[in-house]
């Protein structure tokens, strides 16, 4: 029955569409077990964590079905550009839906429901990894096999550790995972945990928490945020162990990345009370160095809430507020050349919350009404070719790109 109703109601949101949106983890990265090589390397949770007695039967804390909902047969594919996005709340919590990237639109998808949690699809969309809640102080990491519609556990279910935030590597092989005791929130670090479950840790516990976002593009370096109001900017180099973060002294987070360095755009500032938006800056996160694109405390005062890469590395997408009268107004897209600090505004963008650069063209959600996101939208980079990809009822969030 819960099943039926999420998928009723994603279905209605998809219905509403005009007619017929961590990214894709890059190849190469090393697995964890090279990272482990150094000396200090410890035990996974298991060891680490205190185990405490459950009252609940065995057989409803190993029940994953009850937990995990697929939505879609055995076999699904995207056949080109998706966004996924992440809808509700609904009756499980959350659910996944592909919206494909094309004109005209074509129909949406929906994948997945389930309890809150956050998640990841592998590149090439054959599997998903998920933190699932096992109780209100404990949670694992299960996995969704989209070819075969199989689901398994692939942590270890122990009392009172809470884990999250599933990046897979590069090749596919192995989960990295941010993990700590909730009673008292404990740090225990990041792992990595592969097929046959041997988890190792390769980071910390370093006290501050944390959970893994997404891979850098030469899959080298594993970019996590700290467990602070605003979060961090923080790289993981894979195959040596050492991290590097950005002004330790805000927050931060990283929210696109290219190949060529300075290779990071960050934004500082967009956090908690106040008005929405921050400053955005270009980050070499090998050299430690930075440069101001936007701040809101400049002149002109523009605010960026969101922004992006375009394909080839060399403009910028951003949800600019413009703060010049003062006053708070909503956000609309300006394309940004960093080498030269040109900007120019793509019309009819008004709204924008999150977006996305992609070949096809720029990939927005907005909001009518100044709430939740309710559409999502694909605009050529001028502001023409404009289509409405998704409309739904319920709230939603850009949670993952793949381009297979």
Not at 12 to 26: D, H, I, T, Y
Not at 205 to 226: I, K, Q, S, Y
Not at 257 to 270: K, S
Not at 319 to 346: E, F, H, K, N, Q
Request: with cysteine.
């Amino acid at each position: 029955m819960v099943r039926a109703a999420v998928l009723a109601s994603v279905l209605l949101a998809a219905a509403c569409s005009e007619p017929p949106g961590a990214q894709p983890s890059p190849s190469g990265s090393p697995s964890p077990s090279v990272a482990a090589a150094s000396p200090s390397a410890p035990p996974s949770p298991t060891a680490a964590a205190t185990p405490t007695a459950s009252s609940a039967p065995a057989i409803a804390r190993d029940d994953l079905t009850f937990r995990f909902h697929p939505l879609v047969a055995p076999g699904w594919r995207p056949a080109g550009p998706t966004v996924v996005i992440e809808t509700g709340p609904g009756i499980d919590g959350t659910a996944l839906v592909a919206v494909p990237v094309t004109r005209p639109p074509s129909a949406a998808t929906a994948l997945a429901s389930f309890g809150f949690g956050s998640w990841q699809l592998r590149a090439d969309a054959s599997a998903l990894a998920i933190s699932v809640e096992v109780d209100s102080n404990t949670t694992r990491l299960a996995s969704w096999d989209l070819r075969s519609g199989t689901t398994r556990w692939v942590t270890p279910d122990e009392p009172a550790v809470q884990v999250g935030g599933p990046v897979w590597s590069s090749d596919g092989a192995f989960i990295y995972y941010g993990a700590h005791a909730a009673t008292p929130f404990t740090d225990l670090g990041i792992f990595g945990v592969g097929a046959d479950g041997h988890q190792t840790r390769i980071h910390g516990p370093d006290g501050t928490g944390g959970e893994p976002l997404r891979l850098t593009p030469d899959g080298r370096g594993l970019v996590w945020a700290r467990a602070r109001a605003g979060g961090s900017a923080d790289v993981l180099d894979l195959g040596t162990g050492a991290n590097r973060g950005f002004d330790p002294t805000v927050s931060a987070a990283a929210v696109s990345w290219r190949a060529a360095r300075p290779r990071a755009l960050v934004l500082t500032g967009n956090c908690c009370a106040g008005q929405p938006g921050g400053a955005l800056h270009l980050w070499d996160d090998v050299a430690g160095t930075e440069t101001p694109l936007l701040d809101p405390t400049s002149a002109p005062r523009l605010a960026v809430g969101s922004a992006d890469w375009d394909p080839s590395g060399t403009r910028i997408a951003a949800a600019v507020y413009d703060r010049t009268a003062g006053a708070a107004s909503g956000a609309s897209i300006v394309v940004l050349d960093p080498a030269t600090g040109a900007r120019r505004p793509v019309p009819g963008t008004d709204g924008v919350v999150q977006l996305r650069w992609l070949p096809a063209g720029i990939v927005y959600s907005t909001s009518s009404s100044g709430g939740p996101s309710n559409e999502l939208i694909l605009v050529a980079p001028d502001g023409s070719a404009k289509v409405t990809l998704y409309r739904g009822e319920l709230p939603f969030r850009i949670g993952q790109v793949l381009q297979p």
